[in-house]
């Protein structure tokens, strides 16, 4: 079953607005990762926050952790049309075998 | 970072065949993971790929439906067998380089079963 839960599941934004997503998880992880999909392709990694960090920023990313209410956001700030796409947080529920428990992702739509 | 190659990249199938899918890294990676997206929906891991052994599968997944090869650091396949259309799916290759570190994902394969 899939450890994460993301909201909102879609979201559509005007360009250069900021744009929010929310990811839950259920047990106690080493890492918490997100990712961006383009229509069906393959998945781009975006940033990797660890479990003893709060926050981390990546360009225009900006993502936190709160181990203690077991969730994490991810901001996209200033968005354009080219971040058109779904985002999925995926941590690593089972320690030591570093195999991603994914969320079921929000789909993300920046209208020009 | 490691670059992940998959062939092929889409396929149109027919109803109890099989289909190979290979997964190549342009580095030494030590994992190697298999998922698959079903329509519409997020990633599920199938299996872990273990170099020279048997792969490790996940609840919901048995090697005689998906068989697992890596014969070395850098190489892996997937079989779907005897496919049915509800194995209609994008399935993903992935690697890790050690630690708790990010994992990379290849492009994917589209198959269409019919």
């Known amino acids: 079953s899939q450890q994460g839960e993301e909201d909102p599941q879609a979201l559509s934004i005007q360009e250069g607005e900021n744009a929010t997503m929310n990811c839950s998880y259920k047990t106690s992880i080493n890492n918490l990762q997100w990712y961006r999909q383009n229509s069906g392709r393959g998945l781009v990694h975006l940033i990797l926050i660890r479990s003893n960090e709060r926050e981390k920023h990546s360009g225009r990313l900006r993502v936190t952790l709160d181990t203690s209410k077991k969730s994490s956001s991810l901001l996209i700030t200033a968005s354009r049309a080219a971040d058109t796409a779904s985002y999925f947080c995926a941590t690593d529920a089972d320690q030591g075998a570093q195999k991603l428990v994914f969320g079921q992702g929000t789909r993300l739509t920046i209208n020009p | 970072s490691a670059v992940i190659s998959q062939k092929p990249s889409r396929d149109i199938c027919q109803r109890g065949t099989s289909l190979t899918i290979q997964c190549q890294v342009d580095s030494q990676v030590t994992m190697m993971f298999w998922y698959r997206q079903q329509p519409g929906q997020s990633l599920t891991l199938i299996a872990t790929?273990?170099?020279?052994?048997?792969?490790?599968?996940e609840s919901g997944f048995v090697i005689d439906k998906f068989p697992i090869s890596r014969p070395n650091l850098t190489f892996s396949t997937l079989t779907v067998s005897n496919m049915s259309p509800e194995d209609s799916s994008i399935y993903l290759c992935?690697?890790?380089?050690?630690?708790?570190?990010?994992?990379?994902f290849g492009p994917g394969t589209r198959l269409t079963v019919l």
């Open positions: 992935s690697a890790t380089l050690g630690g708790y570190n990010e994992q990379f």
């Open positions: 790929a273990n170099q020279g052994s048997e792969a490790t599968y």
